[in-house]
């Protein structure tokens, strides 16, 4: 770590977890300490971990100076960049990265960029999280109205956009988007197997560790405006399920990467 921080986020997350070890808090743990040293506000519990809670830790624990970023890097030079830059616990565990295709259609370049991500967010259209999945990755078309100029015939064409996964993170956070507009809540449930297999939707240079474990699911009871938050979590993975109760409902899944 470069920066001369106390780096006080860490330290209050890290004195809860030992106080959890330590069972010396038979009920709960009140994390006064912790919400102190964020921003204000209310938000959901994707919001509160992607927004407050991990850019807080990433702040405090990658190096201050980042070398710059070439548009033009390859896979490789890409990951290999993030990892120089990130290298918080947070960003090793979940960190992976997309590959994106776009297919001039007046002179059919493929224009391909690599970009990281911590999670993916899934929208709740479908009956199973396969299907949420085939939604998220299908193939994109981009029409002339839409501005997209091919950098090798320099017109300003139709082109369609491929997305695949690259790299897979050792952790992979899948969020359900439950939310439209701000204001309604979908309370659809979806299906999830204890392994779920991402092969489908990675790149072709990606075929290797696809497959990955659940360890714990995040559900929600109540409506768009209130409600609480739970987790389930089962680290022997003997059997986790979607919730029988009929107002709780999946919003985070987590999974394990199978080695």
């Known amino acids: 770590n470069t920066k001369k921080k106390e780096n006080k986020v860490c330290k209050a997350l890290s004195s809860i977890y030992k106080n959890m070890v330590k069972g010396d808090h038979p009920t ?49 030079e890409s990951w290999n960049w993030y990892k ?27 224009s391909v960029t690599y970009d990281p991500f911590m999670d993916i967010s899934l929208p709740a259209l479908g009956k199973t999280i396969d299907s949420c999945f085939e939604d998220y990755f299908a193939d994109d078309f981009l029409s002339k109205k839409e501005a997209y100029k091919c950098s090798k015939c ?66 929600h009871e109540g409506s768009s405006s209130a409600g609480h938050y739970y987790t389930i979590s089962k680290l022997s993975l003997i059997h986790i399920s979607e919730p029988t109760r009929p107002r709780l409902i999946s919003y985070a899944v987590f999974c394990l990467k199978k080695k």
């Open 28 to 76: 709960c743990l009140a994390p006064k300490t912790l919400l102190t040293l964020l921003p204000s506000g209310q938000q959901d519990t994707h919001e509160f971990f992607w927004k407050k809670l991990f850019p807080s830790i990433q702040d405090e624990t990658n190096p201050h100076l980042k070398e710059p970023r070439r548009e033009d890097m390859s896979s490789k």
């Open 84 to 110: 120089r830059n990130h290298t918080s616990i947070l960003d090793s565990l979940f960190a992976g990265q997309y590959e994106s295709q776009v297919v001039c259609k007046t002179c059919s370049f493929i």
């Open 154 to 219: 320099k017109n300003t064409t139709a082109a369609t956009k491929r997305m695949r996964i690259d790299k897979n993170p050792s952790y992979l956070l899948v969020h359900i988007k439950r939310l439209v507009g701000g204001y309604r809540k979908i309370n659809t449930h979806i299906k999830y197997k204890i392994e779920l297999d991402i092969a489908k939707w990675c790149s072709k240079a990606n075929s290797r560790r696809t497959r990955y474990h659940l360890i714990a699911v995040c559900v």
